[in-house]
């Protein structure tokens, strides 16, 4: 069930159930896993370990997923990550402001695992 190589996830949620569903999961596919609960933790986690692959629920305390969404697209420098939005909002306009902010995908919650790892599996690498 594991990658051909361990890449770096940093998962970002306030509901810590979940999130401990998302490394468990993740980690039985061989990436190796940091977490954030709020959207300053996850942008610091970014900055001090860049990952390849960032997930991030949209609608967290202190600073929201889109807003640390554009923060790491305006870091200089350096390769962006994906990123991943994985959230509770489904409104057309929604997913689109997402993507604005510097997502590559918007999953719904309850978000499809499956699609979720496609997309990171699939996406080419630079």
Not at 8 to 30: C, K, M, P, S
Not at 53 to 69: E, K, T
Not at 75 to 91: H, W
Request: charged share 15%; with cysteine.
């Amino acid at each position: 069930m594991s990658t051909s190589k361990a890449e770096r996830l940093l998962i970002a949620d306030d509901d810590a159930n979940l999130l401990a569903a998302y490394v468990l999961l993740f980690e039985a596919y061989g990436y190796t896993i940091q977490t954030a609960t709020d959207g300053p933790g996850a942008l610091a986690a970014y900055c001090t370990w860049r990952p390849a692959v960032v997930m991030l629920d949209v609608q967290m305390p202190h600073m929201d997923g889109r807003a640390v969404a554009r923060a790491i697209r305006h870091l200089s420098g350096i390769s962006p990550p994906l990123l991943l939005a994985v959230s509770a909002l489904y409104a057309p306009y929604e997913r689109a402001d997402s993507l604005d902010a510097g997502f590559s995908y918007h999953f719904v919650k309850p978000a499809q695992l499956p699609a979720i790892l496609a997309a990171i599996t699939s996406r080419t690498i630079i």
